[in-house]
């Protein structure tokens, strides 16, 4: 038996139909064959190439024949058949910001993370934290995330304009790439902290306001402000 391999191109390039479809193989494509082996033995039941021979994302065609007589004589070759391998899937991208335990981070951070060369989306989810989360597994702590975000086609995000996230609230977040072939392995989840709310504004209290004969060495008072940790005072001529 002799059988032929043709590799007939990528699914989504030139050996595709442009929607993942495989194209009828033509004889010139058994030409320079990607595999053929002419010594099968009669009576195997199947044959498979050696390792590494077919690659993933890929059609082939493949037809086969028989030998006869002492002389070797061929006869006539089989309908071709195709299939395809599976695509990639994507590998395990790697979050890079915000960094793992960050804290005061902005109320709109930009979430980035390191990009796949398979992928062809992203998938992001962010979920609240607490003190229990970090021994909670990711299927717990993702169960209702705030956001999940399957449409990314750059390795970065923000959240939509107009919203933000809680002060000083701990949150966590995780990426996984997206392929033709499937979805890779979720990245490890990374939690950060955000910036605690501003101060408010404190009340001037002395010297009153348009008070006239004040000490040229006067006392400024003003209301305290709950978590401040210190104040700042400035004074300017009128």
Sequence with gaps: ????LAELGPLNGAGGDGAGGIRPPTSEDFVIPAYQNTSLE?????????MGTLQAGTAYAWRIRAHYGADGGAGAWSESGTFATPAPQPGTVTLLQPAPGASRT???????WSDDPVAVRYELELALASDVTVVLPPEEVFRNPLYRVDTLTAPAWQLPLGESLNHQTSYMWRVRGVSSGGAGQWSDASGFTTSAAPPAAPDLLAP??????VSLTPEFEWSPVEGATGYRLELSLN
Excluded: K, M, N
């Design 106 to 112: 902005s109320l709109r951070p930009d979430f980035v």
């Design 208 to 213: 009153e306001p348009d008070a006239a004969g």
């Design 1 to 4: 038996l002799w059988v032929q």
């Design 42 to 50: 009669p009576g195997a039941p199947g044959h498979t190439p050696p």
